[in-house]
């Protein structure tokens, strides 16, 4: 979920960019233009709202040949907020990387409550 709230920063104000350079370094994220950040973006409310468990909701940018895919693993209940577990895979370049997040919907908003696990390749 980091690399979803960092990709709304980044389309908000490209002076965050610069600032969060850092943290996408070595992922695939750090290649993603601004049509790859809003579809990944869209993709992530679409699957966190509108998602079914264990199918997954893929994103492609014809122009980049950049994609993902993110899916609800499971759903759950936490501290009366509606809660899921959603798997990200992305790919660009050679580059490909897997996270899991735990989020809840707090205030009508998305929140990450929690990483799970984190893989990443580089191209060889």
């Known amino acids: 979920m980091r690399a979803i709230l960092l990709a709304a920063c980044l389309l908000a104000s490209p002076a ?3 600032e969060f350079e850092g943290l996408l370094k070595g992922s695939p994220a750090e290649l ?3 049509a790859d950040l809003r579809l990944f973006v869209d993709t992530a409310y679409k ?3 509108q998602g079914v468990e264990k199918q997954p909701v893929l994103w492609q940018n014809e122009q980049t040949g950049h994609r993902g895919d993110m899916t609800v693993l499971k759903r ?3 501290k009366g907020h509606n809660c899921a577990q959603l798997r990200v895979r992305n790919e660009a370049q050679g580059r490909k990387s897997e996270m899991r997040h735990n989020l809840c919907s707090i205030d009508g908003k998305w929140r990450l409550v929690g990483d799970i696990k984190k893989t990443g390749s580089k191209p060889k």
Request: glycine share 0%; hydrophobic share 50%.
């Open 47 to 49: 699957t966190l709202d």
């Open 76 to 78: 759950f209940d936490s």
């Open 32 to 34: 993603f233009d601004q």
């Open 16 to 18: 965050l960019a610069v």
